[in-house]
């Protein structure tokens, strides 16, 4: 069990280019949430998948965004048309399987977005 | 949602001296974490405490989630335990967190 990896960890782009990261969640766990992190703040919450079911999208995630989990164990976080509001960390984080009675979430080390 | 605060927002202490970070919220909760983001980002995990009292070495946290508060104690605190503390609570089972704003505490030698 090595955590949860996402990739890339830091990603520069132009404003107006779409992005796209990754997360793998600790294996066995089937729940997957995505944070953001702007400096200063604690994160907050975009969105959250049970297996593949994407059960529950933050008012923070406009348009833009767009989260997939196809077979309930990888996710992907895209954001199109990038602004430059979007810079920031963005945090995946997983916890385990519902009905263990276990509900810790533990997070990956993120992915610093820049936008110029 | 829930409003969570911390307190205080910064903090720095002597190398060896002992401190403790508030946590309060708003409404009832299910489940709380507190974790450390060293500066690299990395949030560790280091108490899931819905209730209670635990211990793990020089840290320990005690929630009393009938008056909606938590505190973390650090003791004989080192340079290695700076960085950002963050208080993390969930209203219903399995789903987002809402996270504080965090305390940020300094230790120096």
């Known amino acids: 069990d090595t955590g949860v990896s996402q990739d890339p960890r830091h990603k520069i782009t132009k404003r107006g280019q779409n992005v796209t990261f990754r997360c793998d969640p600790i294996s066995e766990h089937n729940r997957l949430y995505w944070y953001r992190q702007t400096l200063g703040q604690g994160p907050e919450f975009l969105t959250y998948f049970q297996n593949e079911a994407q059960l529950e999208k933050s008012r923070l995630l406009s348009d833009r965004f767009s989260a997939e989990r196809p077979k309930g164990s990888f996710s992907t976080l895209e954001i199109q048309r990038t602004e430059q509001g979007d810079s920031a960390m963005y945090l995946c984080?997983?916890?385990?399987?519902?009905?263990?009675?276990?509900?810790?979430?533990?997070f990956g080390p993120g992915t610093r977005l820049t936008v110029t | 949602g829930i409003q969570v605060e911390q307190s205080p927002p910064d903090l720095i202490l002597q190398e060896g001296a002992n401190s403790t970070l508030r946590c309060n919220f708003s409404?009832?909760?299910?489940?709380l974490q507190w974790f450390h983001q060293n500066p690299w980002g990395q949030l560790i995990n280091l108490f899931y405490i819905p209730s209670g009292t635990k211990q793990n070495g020089r840290l320990s946290a005690t929630t009393v989630a009938t008056e909606r508060y938590s505190l973390l104690y650090i003791s004989s605190s080192q340079t290695t335990d700076s960085g950002v503390y963050f208080c993390a609570v969930e209203r219903y089972t399995g789903n987002q967190f809402y996270f504080g704003t965090g305390t940020s505490l300094t230790v120096i030698p």
């Open positions: 984080a997983s916890s385990p399987l519902a009905g263990t009675g276990l509900y810790e979430q533990y």
């Open positions: 409404d009832s909760v299910n489940n």
